[in-house]
């Protein structure tokens, strides 16, 4: 018995203190021109980065950026930009696995509110409401991890 209420104590924990909105931009340039119906769809490109800080020892401000830009040719037909936030309280974890949980597990939790939020203002903006695809957080943080690792091995062989 006493094994178990040792575990429960020092059980992995991962909470949502709080979620925010810290920057928002949509940009219709064209507009209403850029309202009218079209051949084709635009060409979308979506670049999405995440970042983590520490606020105390077990609460942390997680950031999922989304940066959203739908051209025809050169024009710009829309334009989007989100940086949505969490702070999350995380214990239990053992430090190795505290880079994952922060740039897996918290965006993971936070995508679906940010894709709501780019859905809601590209239809407010005029257009079809854009539904951003499932994102691969787990294998952003292994490219993440693989370009800084080659990052620190030239920086070692530049010294």
């Known amino acids: 018995m006493a094994d178990e209420n040792t575990q429960g104590a020092t ?24 309202l009218q119906a079209r051949d084709k769809a635009p060409a979308i490109n979506i670049n999405v980065n995440v ?10 401000d997680v950031v999922l950026s989304l940066n959203v830009e739908a051209k025809e040719g050169e024009k710009i037909v829309f334009a989007a930009e989100l940086v949505y936030g ?9 430090q190795e696995h505290m880079l994952p949980v922060l740039f897996i597990e918290c965006p993971r939790l936070l995508f679906p509110f940010a894709r709501q939020i780019v859905a809601d203002v590209t239809r407010n903006g ?33 010294s």
Do not use: H, W
């Open 11 to 34: 059980s992995p924990s991962l909470n949502i203190l709080a979620q925010y909105t810290k920057d928002l931009s949509f940009e219709n340039p064209g507009a209403p021109r850029s």
């Open 51 to 60: 970042n983590a800080n520490p606020l105390s020892e077990t609460d942390f």
């Open 86 to 94: 969490g702070v999350f309280r995380i214990t239990g974890f053992p």
């Open 126 to 158: 005029g257009f079809p409401p854009l539904m951003i695809d499932p994102i691969d957080f787990a294998q952003m943080f292994t490219q993440r991890m693989a370009q800084e690792k080659a990052k620190a091995q030239v920086q070692t062989l530049n």
